[in-house]
């Protein structure tokens, strides 16, 4: 529950209240970060780092992965919440106060339920939280697919998000939008009018699929010289909390992946919306495109740190080592089929490989310059039935 005020409504709450008297009590209750301790860390995750997760305010369920060929019981967590929220573990069908550091129970992938009290009693969140077994290295040929058919609406119902349980899927919840952002500026809205909208029937084969379109986010968005959001949908993770002060850093862009994906393929529909504009608004005299690239990129420099890929530098940055963007995009209101290869600048390593050091990326947007917030309102892109074919 994330509360964002324009700095002049802040400013003036901080001057009003020393003479109004004492400050109220916070209203938030979100969980900030997830922290899991054990000895010999490395053994049974990837890195040491897997063991601490950032959580956005946008998400309610925190997954941590560890080897394939590990187990884990209880475990010392701790959270770090916002300030004055106090945290309660679900035990025996009912929930109970959490002591931080306390052993917590994550045998056999078992979700634990927590939830999360504001400081004036007045809130409260719930959160999942679970520890899962990756995926055992598979050196063979394989085609994973994404139907975009797994989504439903957000904890607070505003908008949809998306998660992967399809079989040679994208199986972990790792689907990320705008679509918090645009919250941000238009919370009134309903959730067939977010840029990123699942759609329940009308795809390649009937069904489900994802419509992705831009759009102009009102009064708010102008004040912050944000004036569209493009719908997108991408790998990675949003961080909604620096939405509006660095928005190039909101998306983070790629999880752990264990394959060697090589060509890209699925189906689309595309129509440019009628008025292209730059940032701040000029008409430019552009026939908006859509964007779809997949990224392969080293998530760990030469000293052992955590590499990630963010909005500014997801396409250029010299950790990428394989890259596929698509290019001769039409407008059409049938279902048209796309492919694209990506190209490697170096073979990949297979004992990184194995040992989660690579990242992957397929990001889908409305508009190609939407991360700049350039495009044309009312663009919009629908895509269904991607397959990512992997080289092993």
């Known amino acids: 529950m994330k509360k964002f005020l324009l700095p002049s409504l802040a400013l003036m709450g901080m001057l009003m209240s020393g003479c109004i008297g004492d400050e109220p009590l916070n209203a938030e209750c979100d969980i900030e970060e997830v ?4 000895a010999d860390a490395e053994s049974f995750f990837y890195h040491e780092y897997d063991t601490l997760q950032v959580v956005s305010s946008a998400v309610d369920s925190v997954g941590f992965l560890i080897r394939y060929d590990k187990n884990v019981g209880e475990l010392p967590l701790n959270l770090k919440l916002t300030v004055g929220a106090k945290p309660y573990i679900m035990e025996n069908g009912e929930y109970v106060p959490f002591k931080q550091g306390s052993l917590v129970d994550f045998s056999n992938e078992q979700v634990r339920h927590f939830r999360i009290v504001s400081q004036n009693g007045k809130w409260a969140r719930f959160y999942r939280i679970n520890i899962v077994h990756d995926q055992a290295p598979a050196m063979e040929h394989l085609f994973m697919n994404i139907t975009f058919d797994n989504f439903e609406l957000n904890s607070t119902g505003k908008y949809h998000v998306w998660y992967g349980v399809e079989e040679n899927s994208i199986s972990y919840d790792q689907w990320a939008t705008g679509n918090p952002g645009f919250n941000l500026s238009k919370s009134s809205a309903k959730v067939d009018e977010y840029p990123t909208v699942g759609i329940e029937s ?23 010289n944000m004036r569209l959001a493009a719908g997108n949908l991408f790998i990675g993770t949003f961080d909604v909390a620096n939405a509006l002060k660095d928005a190039m850093a909101a998306t983070r862009f790629g999880l752990p992946f264990k394959h060697k994906p090589i060509k890209v393929s699925g189906w689309y529909k595309f129509k440019a919306g009628e008025r292209f504009q730059d940032r701040k608004g000029n008409a430019v005299d552009r026939v908006d495109q859509p964007d779809i690239y997949c990224v392969m990129y080293r998530n760990q420099n030469a000293e052992g740190n ?3 890929l963010y909005g500014d530098d997801v396409l250029t940055s010299p950790a990428i080592v394989g890259l596929a963007r698509i290019s001769g995009v039409v407008e059409t209101d049938e279902w048209t089929s796309f492919e694209m290869s990506l190209n490697y600048s170096s073979e990949l390593d297979a004992d990184l490989l194995e040992n989660n050091g690579y990242s992957m990326t397929i990001s889908f947007a409305s508009s190609i310059e939407g991360a700049s917030f350039e495009g044309a309102p009312g663009s919009v892109f629908c895509v269904d039935n991607v397959t990512i074919e992997c080289e092993y």
Not at 35 to 38: A, N, P, Y
Not at 203 to 223: I, Q, S
Request: charged fraction near 25%; avoid cysteine.
């Open 35 to 38: 922290s899991l301790t054990m």
């Open 202 to 224: 009308g795809g390649v084969d009937g069904g489900r699929y994802v419509k992705l379109e831009t759009r102009d986010t009102g009064a708010f968005g102008r004040m912050v």
């Open 306 to 308: 955590q590499v990630l």
